[in-house]
């Protein structure tokens, strides 16, 4: 299908898991897609895996200064964008006892402080029409211990569909959500435990989930797919919640 044709996409964290698998959607749907990163391994593996078309880009996406070089250096190459991808995030889980200022400024900046500059710094160069797609959690809604900052993120990034939606719409910038579930990336193996405790942790997540798996990149990859084209035209300011029913039952 050529659902994108045409279409200039930039997708935040777009060198491995959901965002590199978004990139693929993006390309066989016939979009010009740029990816950003910040490990030289994955930034390389993902311009062989992706092709030399596409545009890669190393950026910390929680570095306030680096989202306004982002924006320019986009812009630059494409002139307009019709469509962006805020997946760029991490996962830090602990106790509340266990938090620090460092640790809760980290989180905090990657996944909500970062994105949000990113989307201002871009304004001046996204189309009319455009589509921003915020890769938010079910963590918004569930009440996961030793998740509290991270939930709080989520939350905060899941607020932002809606009130951007209502600020940005005369623009003709709709902006929705994907909330994913428990799914097969990296992230699992960037929580600086050991392998055995992850593993508990992982099969105890699972066990949450009615379907009784991992949902696989492809599966949001698909539905950000829908959010970025025309086809989802009506949609503004709406969550699309993908986590095999662990938040609904």
Do not use: C
């Not at 996204?126 to 211990?145: K, Q, R, Y």
């Not at 992230?187 to 405790?197: D, F, M, Q, S, T």
């Amino acid at each position: 299908m050529n659902r994108l044709q045409g279409k200039r996409a930039l997708i935040t964290g777009g060198t491995s898991g959901i965002g590199l698998e978004t990139a693929k959607q993006f390309l066989a749907e016939g979009a010009r897609v740029a990816v950003t990163g910040q490990n030289p391994d994955t930034l390389a593996k993902a311009q062989e895996e992706l092709g030399k078309e596409v545009i890669v880009i190393k950026s910390d996406a929680g570095d306030i200064g680096a989202q306004k070089l982002l924006a320019e250096e986009v812009t630059r190459a494409f002139d307009k964008l019709d469509v962006v991808f805020l997946n760029a995030g991490v996962g830090l889980f602990n106790p509340i006892e266990a938090w620090d200022e460092a640790a809760f400024d980290k989180q905090i900046a990657i996944n909500f402080k970062g994105p949000y500059f990113l989307i201002q710094s871009l304004l001046p160069g996204l189309a009319n029409p455009a589509s921003i797609v915020l890769n938010t959690s079910i963590n918004a809604h569930i009440g996961m211990p030793n998740s509290s900052v991270y939930g709080a993120s989520k939350a905060a990034m899941l607020s932002l569909a809606r009130t951007l939606s209502g600020e940005l719409v005369g623009r003709g910038i709709r902006v929705n959500a994907v909330s994913p579930g428990p799914i097969s990336t990296p992230i699992y193996g960037k929580l600086n435990i050991p392998a055995e405790v992850a593993q508990k942790m992982a099969e105890g997540i699972q066990e949450q989930v009615p379907l009784k798996r991992f949902g696989n990149p492809v599966e949001i990859a698909k539905a950000v797919v829908f959010l970025a084209s025309d086809e989802s035209s009506f949609m503004l300011g709406s969550e699309v919640i993908i986590d095999g029913g662990m938040s609904t039952l």
